[in-house]
């Protein structure tokens, strides 16, 4: 409790100096206004401000402020709190790999953290792609060997697992990702470019990104959901490692940066631990995670894409391009288009069904749509879809089916 008053305070501190510095043009411009030639003197009343702001009142407020003031030293000791409560739990990842080209990589190297006391360790899975052998690397030196349990380029989560007595393990807690907002302080642990225990801090920049994984199937990308975004500094080498709010409980796994130099620039992509807790005790216990489809390619129906297919410019929802054959889709009898067009610079077929709900809920984006499958459902599972089709709104049955390449 008392890392987040600190850290509560000092926002409030902030505040206060952005707007104590705006009083004082603003005071000035209203002076001017009082005093201005065409305004008659009597509308000066000086005496009015003890009234409305008595001294002692004014003395009450600035001490009350003061007395919740964090020091500089009390932030310091908040994220010295936070650093040692997190890096034991936070490991480096090297890997080697077998390989006939002489010249190709040898290895690579990443972060991860301690998911329980029976050794299992998350990282991403771009780390461990292709790893003949991990070694794992704890914050106190010791090394030691790992296997790899499970892996799922879909939500680039890996597990892998080091036998380690219990009482060498400590696991992280687990925030509530659902909850992060914008603005909010976060911190990053990790060993960038190799160098263990490295801590960060930045604030939340963004959410409900989406992140492109894995190779294309059919035509198409896959995209990981729910995406936060991060200014605190991100390079290679903290793939895999952690970020957390104020009380040391992991917001999320750090996976991708937004670059055109490979490394940081204020770009961080995080993995929420929503999907985390979702789908690790899936690669614990299958070693995959099955993720269901519908076998549809499309996109956002934005004003311009609803004018060229006679929609009106407000209405929102997902254009479905095409359908996969056999697919889910296809059995329910969802459409795809069929007119190919030019939109935005791309050929795109259209005339297809624009889907507006899923099971009652709004589908203002694509995005929206690979949420709702991604945290809701599963393989299997019966779902509602509410479509657009020649104008009039109709509900369609469909069964999701697994999605191919897993």
Not at 149 to 177: R, Y
Request: charged share 15%; hydrophobic share 40%; glycine share 12%.
């Amino acid at each position: 409790m008392r890392s987040k008053r600190y850290l509560l305070s000092f926002v409030a501190l902030t505040a206060l100096l952005l707007v104590s510095c705006g009083l004082i043009p603003v005071a000035i411009n209203q002076a001017e206004e009082i005093l201005s030639p065409d305004e008659p003197a009597e509308v000066v009343v000086p005496e009015v401000l003890p009234e409305v702001i008595p001294g002692d009142v004014v003395q009450e407020t600035n001490q009350s402020y003061e007395s919740q003031m964090p020091t500089f030293a009390d932030l310091q000791f908040t994220f010295e709190e936070i650093y040692q409560k997190v890096n034991p739990s936070v490991v480096h990842i090297k890997t080697s790999i077998s390989s006939a080209d002489t010249f190709g990589p040898s290895g690579g190297e990443g972060s991860g953290f301690v998911w329980d006391t029976e050794g299992h360790i998350v990282t991403n899975a771009h780390v461990v792609e292709g790893a003949a052998d991990i070694s794992v690397i704890f914050a106190d030196g010791a090394i030691e060997d790992a296997e790899l349990i499970g892996s799922d380029v879909f939500s680039d989560l890996a597990v892998i697992q080091v036998d380690v007595p219990a009482d060498q393990l400590f696991p992280l807690e687990m925030a509530d990702s659902s909850q992060v907002r914008v603005g909010q302080i976060a911190v990053a642990i990790g060993n960038p470019f190799g160098l263990q225990g490295t801590m960060t801090q930045g604030i939340i920049s963004g959410l409900s990104r989406s992140l492109q994984v894995g190779n294309a199937i059919l035509g198409g990308t896959y995209s990981i959901p729910d995406i936060i975004q991060t200014d605190a500094p991100i390079n290679p080498g903290n793939s895999g490692g952690v970020l957390v709010d104020e009380n040391g409980s992991v917001i999320g796994v750090t996976s991708a940066i937004a670059s055109d130099t490979g490394t940081n620039s204020g770009i961080g992509f995080v993995i929420p631990s929503n999907i985390v807790k979702k789908f690790v005790p899936m690669l614990i216990t299958e070693g995959i995670v099955e993720h269901s489809w519908m076998g549809i390619t499309g996109t956002t129906l934005t004003p311009e894409l609803a004018e060229l297919v006679g929609l009106a410019e407000d209405q929102r929802g997902a254009i479905v391009f095409s359908i996969v054959s056999g697919g889910p889709a296809e059995q329910a009898g969802v459409l795809g288009g069929s007119e190919e067009t030019s939109a935005e610079g791309e050929t795109i077929s259209v005339g297809g069904d624009v889907i507006v709900a899923i099971d009652g809920q709004a589908v203002n984006y694509f995005e929206d749509m690979i949420s709702y499958l991604f945290n809701n459902t599963d393989p299997g599972q019966t779902i509602t879809l509410t479509v657009l089709r020649d104008g009039v709104e109709e509900n369609v049955e469909l069964t999701l089916g697994v999605l191919p390449g897993q």
